[in-house]
């Protein structure tokens, strides 16, 4: 597993634990398309529900909606 540095200093101070880091960590691989909710939930042994907790928690978004996203789902309307 690849290790990502935290590069946000007020972050890190308020993560406490290795287990936080941890979880901050994937869960910004996941804000970067960089993993999959299942992925993060299988490295953290977690069920994908609890995984959209933690984004919730971290108040990182579940779903990024762009134009593009949006002109095809109006689209199917039409």
Same mark, same amino acid.
């Given at each position: 597993?690849?290790? !990502?540095?935290?590069? +946000?200093?007020?972050?890190?101070? $308020?993560?406490?634990?290795?287990?936080?880091?941890?979880?901050?960590?994937?869960?910004?691989?996941?804000?970067? /398309?960089?993993?999959? !909710? /299942?992925?993060?939930?299988?490295?953290?042994?977690?069920?994908?529900? *609890?995984?959209? *907790?933690? $984004?919730?928690?971290? +108040? !990182?978004?579940? !779903?990024?909606?762009?134009? *593009?996203?949006?002109?095809?789902?109006?689209?199917?309307? *039409?």
């Amino acid at each position: 597993m690849q290790t !990502i540095q935290i590069e +946000d200093s007020f972050i890190s101070t $308020l993560l406490k634990t290795k287990l936080e880091i941890q979880e901050y960590n994937l869960l910004k691989a996941y804000d970067r /398309g960089e993993l999959s !909710i /299942g992925q993060v939930a299988t490295i953290l042994n977690l069920p994908k529900v *609890e995984v959209m *907790e933690l $984004l919730e928690k971290y +108040d !990182i978004a579940f !779903i990024r909606v762009d134009s *593009e996203y949006l002109e095809q789902e109006f689209s199917a309307f *039409e």
